[in-house]
């Protein structure tokens, strides 16, 4: 089976503009869940999304949103970026969610300038 | 809120030394789920532990989850540089689909 897979994988951005992340989960793998990783930090929940419903949400601003497509594919999208923003965003599929296994795309490191 | 610690922060060994993080939890965790990321990685899953007291290996790691389910750890015998990395734990929020992570151990090995 094809793993995780993310695009774009870097991203260069400027304050104030937005972005949209895409990620292909697993074939099979009904929930995607994503997380913001920045240096030396952990892995912070974004939200998580089953069957294109958002299930879970962390503790992020109301400018990061998500979405599922019937197809199990997930969007990211974060408007009016600020310097902060600058990460890794990782993005892991499961086939239910919950307390499964989450399997790990590569991530898209976003920096903004 | 519910928390997953994770200690130490960082450490350093020699080549063939042993290394060992911990995972706490605030609250009871129905598993608990090890990840290694190595550098400039992604995280990968190592292994979960269900069980109270259960106790698995993998070659060279040894993964204990506490008797209380509150706690878990990671041994490695004998680090070898290709142990490089942060290793994370990871249990569920009660009742929701949210998978909380430590904050990682990050670990270093001289040659």
């Known amino acids: 089976k094809a793993g995780v897979t993310q695009t774009p994988r870097y991203l260069i951005k400027t304050r104030g503009q937005q972005v949209t992340l895409s990620c292909s989960p697993i074939?099979?793998?009904?929930?995607v869940s994503w997380y913001q990783q920045t240096p030396g930090q952990g892995l912070q929940f974004l939200f998580e999304?089953?069957?294109?419903?958002?299930?879970n949400k962390g503790n992020f601003p109301g400018r990061f949103s998500g979405r599922q497509f019937s197809n199990s594919r997930s969007e990211m999208n974060v408007s009016t970026l600020e310097l902060g923003d600058s990460a890794l965003y990782l993005c892991?599929?499961?086939?239910?969610?919950?307390?499964?296994?989450?399997?790990f795309g590569p991530g898209t490191r976003l920096l903004v300038l | 809120g519910q928390q997953v610690m994770q200690i130490p922060q960082y450490q350093h060994v020699q080549e063939g030394e042993d290394f060992t993080t911990y995972c706490n939890s605030s609250?009871?965790?129905?598993?608990i789920q090890w990840y290694k990321q190595r550098p400039g990685g992604h995280p990968v899953f190592l292994i979960q532990?269900?069980?109270?007291?259960e106790v698995k290996k993998q070659k060279r790691l040894t993964f204990q989850f506490g008797e209380a389910k509150k706690n878990s750890s990671l041994h490695i015998t004998a680090t070898q540089t290709t142990d490089v990395g942060t290793y994370f734990c990871a249990g569920p929020m009660d009742s929701s689909y949210k998978l909380i992570f430590g904050s990682g151990t990050r670990l270093l090995v001289r040659p």
């Open positions: 609250t009871t965790l129905s598993n």
């Open positions: 532990l269900v069980k109270s007291g």
């Open positions: 999304y089953f069957s294109e419903t958002q299930r």
């Open positions: 074939s099979g793998h009904r929930s």
């Open positions: 892991a599929s499961s086939v239910k969610g919950g307390m499964e296994t989450q399997y």
